[in-house]
């Protein structure tokens, strides 16, 4: 039995609550989890009942889509709507959080962010979360076995396809077809 570890699965979680995600720049998912239990989740995503990104197009100022609440936000206002609290909990972020966020994290009371991604990691945002003593760790996530299974014979057929006399273009583009299903 290959049981899954804590941190696979709040993370795992976290990418499958990224792809509820409805601005179209960024999909991010967070999970806020306290005693491994999860407490919340959010995504990146406008108000509710609001316009969707997916559907109108970001409202981007100076670059940002101002549109979108940020996943970890969307997370910790969903504990504040409910009254959860969220000190000294633990939350997993698909991306290193934005310094709006990281803030916002920091005075909840989250003490250890595990991201998957490096993501422009702001200096001053890791300044922070080094000065509030913020435990960041990143996790990345992990292919299911089944998955490395399927990626290795695939690879492998490949490789004995190419010793073969087939057209070297149409080779290169299965490479990339098959590279792009397992990235
Ligand atoms: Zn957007
Ligand atoms: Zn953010």
Request: aromatic content about 8%; some cysteine; hydrophobic content about 35%.
């Amino acid at each position: 039995m290959n049981r899954i570890s804590w941190n696979q699965y709040f993370m795992s979680q976290s990418h499958l609550l990224s792809r509820r995600s409805t601005c179209t720049r960024l999909a991010v998912g967070a999970t806020i989890v306290r005693e491994k239990r999860m407490i919340a989740g959010g995504y990146n995503g406008s108000i509710a009942g609001g316009a969707h990104c997916s559907d109108e197009g970001c409202y981007v100022i100076d670059n940002h889509c101002v549109r979108t609440i940020h996943a970890e936000m969307n997370a910790l206002l969903q504990c504040a709507k409910f009254g959860v609290p969220t000190e000294g909990a633990e939350i997993y972020v698909t991306h290193f959080p934005c310094l709006q966020c990281c803030k916002a994290l920091i005075q909840s009371g989250i003490k250890t962010v595990y991201y998957a991604v490096d993501y422009k990691n702001h200096p001053y945002a890791v300044e922070l979360f080094n000065q509030a003593k913020v435990k960041v760790v990143q996790v990345q996530l992990e292919k299911s076995q089944d998955d490395e299974t399927k990626q290795e014979f695939m690879s492998n057929l490949l490789d004995k396809l190419a010793e073969t006399n087939m057209n070297k273009e149409e080779i290169q583009a299965l490479y990339k077809k098959a590279e792009l299903l397992f990235s």
